[in-house]
């Protein structure tokens, strides 16, 4: 699987090169300064929703914060790492494969929230399965909040 990612990126990134040019990512190399000026210095972390976002919003550096990232990176890493190995399969391993990626940036904004939809429909399915109140209640909720909570474009 990670062969088929690999390469699958590697074929879009080749596609970008012919099609718009190889100096595309030349200037993408030199957007990152300003990326990442805006995440460190400017008001942007207020928008954004990931460890590194909590950490600075609570005072820390940059490079605390950016220590603080890559923990949770390392820590979202030895979570799903067994998940690997037991293939759950189906739902269950999209859901858990969205959740960690949304864990592993430090770029998450409000916008890539809607990726928790898939995690909120597997806890959900499980909840139904299970067929009681207590299990489908915090499912129910987090579908529901995770919808209100997200803020609307307009």
């Known amino acids: 699987m990670l062969a088929s990612a ?9 596609a970008a090169a012919i099609l718009l040019g190889p100096e595309v990512w030349s ?10 000026s805006g995440m460190e210095v400017e008001l942007q972390i207020f928008k954004m929703q990931s460890v590194f976002a909590v950490a600075r919003q609570l005072g820390a550096g940059a490079t605390p914060a950016y220590v603080a990232q890559a923990v949770a990176a390392v820590a979202t890493v030895a979570v799903l790492w067994p998940t690997r190995a037991r ?60 919808r209100c909570l997200t803020p609307r474009a307009g």
């Open 87 to 146: 293939r759950p399969g189906g739902l269950v391993e999209v859901a858990a494969m969205a959740a960690g990626g949304l864990l592993m940036t430090p770029y998450l904004q409000f916008h890539d929230l809607m990726l928790l939809t898939l995690p909120m429909i597997a806890l959900a399915r499980a909840a139904a399965r299970m067929a009681s109140f207590l299990a489908s209640g915090p499912a129910c909720c987090c579908c529901w909040g995770q």
């Open 6 to 14: 690999s390469l699958a990126t590697l074929a879009f990134a080749g």
């Open 27 to 36: 200037a993408f190399v030199a957007g990152g300064a300003a990326v990442q």
